[in-house]
């Protein structure tokens, strides 16, 4: 699977909005780009995924920069609870093995 | 929620002795794996499983065994723990539908192992 890069952490202020940032420059075109987060001490929760439109649903919404190398999640009014470490994870169509969890980037959000 | 239980939820246990994990799933997903998270490594794949009876090697399998003889239950067995077995255990399944996968994780496993 193709790498990615995130930055190790972010803060942001309570209601405000978020952008975390991922570059994939090697992502090849049948990779799909996954988001996860994890809330401490639980494990990880499924975000969002995109291709290569730009995506929402009720958590976040998923901006795909046009050559794909690049992505951003974004959580439109950060609370308390979404304080988490949020993984950028590439995946091909269908692939049997496991995903590939990096460092991921830990957001901190302050009341 | 995708069903998913393990348990124990906590365990410590001596150097030398076997330890069994279980994982749970109520939704009859063919896919499932174990992975365990440590500081500094992330999550990493120990065994997964496509089937009943059909499971394979992750990146970090020296030390440990799976079995699968029904599809809702996946066990992860420590055959002689050793310290370096002390990690967080994550059970997932693979829920699949349209074009790509998603992995859906049980509340994880503490093992320590003195």
């Known amino acids: 699977d193709a790498k990615t890069t995130q930055p190790n952490s972010m803060e942001s202020n309570e209601e405000e909005p978020v952008h975390l940032p991922c570059n994939h420059s090697?992502?090849?075109?049948?990779?799909?780009i996954h988001w996860y987060r994890q809330l401490p001490s639980q494990g990880p929760e499924y975000v969002i995924h995109?291709?290569?439109s730009n995506v929402n649903n009720r958590m976040a919404s998923l901006a795909i920069a046009e050559d794909r190398k690049s992505s951003t999640l974004i959580l439109h009014r950060a609370t308390l609870r979404d304080a988490a470490v949020y993984y950028c994870i590439l995946r091909v169509t269908y692939n049997n093995n496991d995903m590939r969890f990096g460092a991921g980037t830990r957001l901190t959000v302050k009341p | 929620d995708a069903g998913i239980t393990q348990s124990p939820r906590h365990k410590v246990t001596e150097t030398g002795t076997p330890v069994t994990l279980r994982c749970h799933q109520t939704?009859?997903?063919?896919?499932m794996y174990w992975y365990r998270q440590d500081p500094g490594h992330g999550l990493r794949l120990i065994h997964y499983s496509y089937g009943v009876k059909d499971t394979d090697k992750g990146e970090v399998s020296d030390g440990y065994s799976v079995s699968r003889s029904k599809t809702e239950d996946f066990l992860l067995t420590l055959e002689s723990a050793t310290s370096s077995q002390t990690s967080v255990y994550f059970c997932?399944?693979?829920?699949?539908?349209?074009?790509?996968?998603?992995?859906?994780f049980g509340p994880g496993t503490r093992l320590t192992v003195l």
């Open positions: 090697t992502i090849s075109g049948t990779d799909y």
């Open positions: 939704e009859n997903h063919r896919y």
């Open positions: 995109g291709l290569t």
């Open positions: 997932a399944i693979r829920s699949s539908g349209g074009a790509t996968d998603t992995q859906y």
